[in-house]
């Protein structure tokens, strides 16, 4: 991305957050939920922001059963939970009363550890990218989201 469209998008009040390309081709990316630090991959094609099941007491999520099923890297037909209202922070990106999905990771993590990556807290879906406007900088490896 050249510098001029970096600054347009500066000037227009987005900011900018770092990735991390793993050896899997996912990018990483910090965010924070309730308070607490954790390693998310960015998919552009989930539809809901998650966590794993793991994550309950770590971010302090309040998990109430849900009728959504998850479905997603060879696996169909998951049970999941929801917990609403939750803070999330990304770089200097806020918002409030974020829904988040839970549900089993496992499957994720077993295939990053098998390609000697980081296990991951959960997934930054589309939901999220949707709320903040945001820009990938694929060449850069940043994404841009709108404050």
Not at 89 to 100: A, C, F, N, S
Request: glycine share 8%; with cysteine.
């Amino acid at each position: 991305m050249d510098a001029s469209l970096k600054q347009f998008l500066l000037d227009k009040g987005y900011i900018k957050v770092k990735l991390k390309l793993t050896k899997t081709n996912h990018f990483e990316i910090k965010a924070t939920i309730n308070g607490v630090k954790g390693l998310f991959i960015l998919d552009t094609g989930a539809s809901n922001s998650c966590v794993g099941f793991e994550g309950i007491e770590t971010f302090k999520l309040k998990a109430k059963d849900s009728e959504i099923k998850a479905a997603g890297a060879g696996a169909t037909d998951m049970l999941t939970q929801v917990s609403k209202k939750n803070k999330l922070k990304i770089g200097r990106w806020k918002q409030d009363k974020v829904p988040l999905i839970l549900f089993n990771l496992s499957h994720v993590n077993t295939a990053l550890l098998n390609y000697k990556s980081q296990p991951v807290d959960g997934i930054i879906g589309a939901d999220i990218l949707k709320k903040a406007k945001a820009i990938i900088d694929y060449d850069k490896s940043y994404v841009y989201l709108k404050s």
